[in-house]
């Protein structure tokens, strides 16, 4: 009865290569973000969807593409990881208030 | 505009005390303002949240006060117990979109 997963829950890479990061929610929210949470715990919102629809891109390099294929779905793809990429990546859903988060990714770029 | 700014950093509070976090946000748009817990190795979970028509929440042993003309929020837990050891995150959202603007986040350690 997970409500927010996120697969995978650790990602170790080398610098250059392109990964995946894979959110479902079984909540039924026209809404989800990814966010990102740096060595400091600072948490930055990355992107927003609603209903498949981009609705928010904040300042995130080109590198970064989401991709939301329905609405219970948004995935994250990364090109040619760099040192700075590394940080925990959360996804979240919303209703009309509350964001659930789920467990996290932890991207490390070696 | 857009930033919520939170303090203290970190925070040691004796079991039994009152650990209070205090957050200032600047963007008057925002209507909406959570509070979030994060334990090591999970992701943020909200914790109590309140509206800027109210000046104060509370559910069990936490409790917002928000002062609308000073923009500023705080949380108080009371009888603060080890258990609410963990990483805390003040947040405003509110427009359009809804994004939450965190905090920089209070890391909280309650001693028995």
């Known amino acids: 009865d997970t409500a927010v997963s996120q697969t995978p829950k650790y990602l170790v890479t080398q610098m250059g290569n392109d990964k995946s990061i894979k959110c479902e929610q079984n909540l039924g929210h026209d809404t989800m973000y990814w966010y990102k949470q740096d060595s400091k715990k600072f948490l930055k919102i990355m992107f927003s969807y609603n209903n498949k629809e981009l609705i928010i891109n904040e300042t995130v390099p080109n590198r970064f593409s989401p991709k939301s294929p329905d609405k219970a779905h948004l995935n994250l793809h990364i090109n040619s990881l760099e040192l700075g990429d590394s940080a925990v990546y959360f996804c979240?859903?919303?209703?009309?208030?509350?964001?659930?988060f789920g467990p996290g990714t932890r991207l490390t770029v070696t | 505009q857009q930033q919520v700014k939170q303090s203290p950093q970190s925070l040691i509070v004796q079991k039994g005390g009152i650990s209070i976090i205090n957050c200032a946000y600047e963007?008057?748009?925002?209507?909406?303002f959570p509070w979030y817990q994060q334990f090591p190795g999970k992701g943020p979970a909200l914790l109590i949240a309140?509206?800027?028509?109210?000046s104060e929440k509370k559910e069990g042993r936490f409790t917002i006060s928000f002062n609308k003309s000073a923009k500023q929020f705080s949380l108080h837990i009371m009888d603060s117990q080890p258990g609410d050891s963990a990483t805390y995150f003040c947040?405003?959202?509110?427009?359009?979109?809804?994004?939450?603007?965190f905090g920089t986040g209070t890391l909280l350690a309650v001693q028995p």
């Open positions: 963007n008057t748009a925002f209507d909406y």
């Open positions: 979240a859903s919303r209703d009309t208030g509350e964001q659930y």
């Open positions: 309140i509206r800027p028509d109210v």
């Open positions: 947040a405003g959202t509110g427009g359009a979109t809804n994004k939450l603007i």
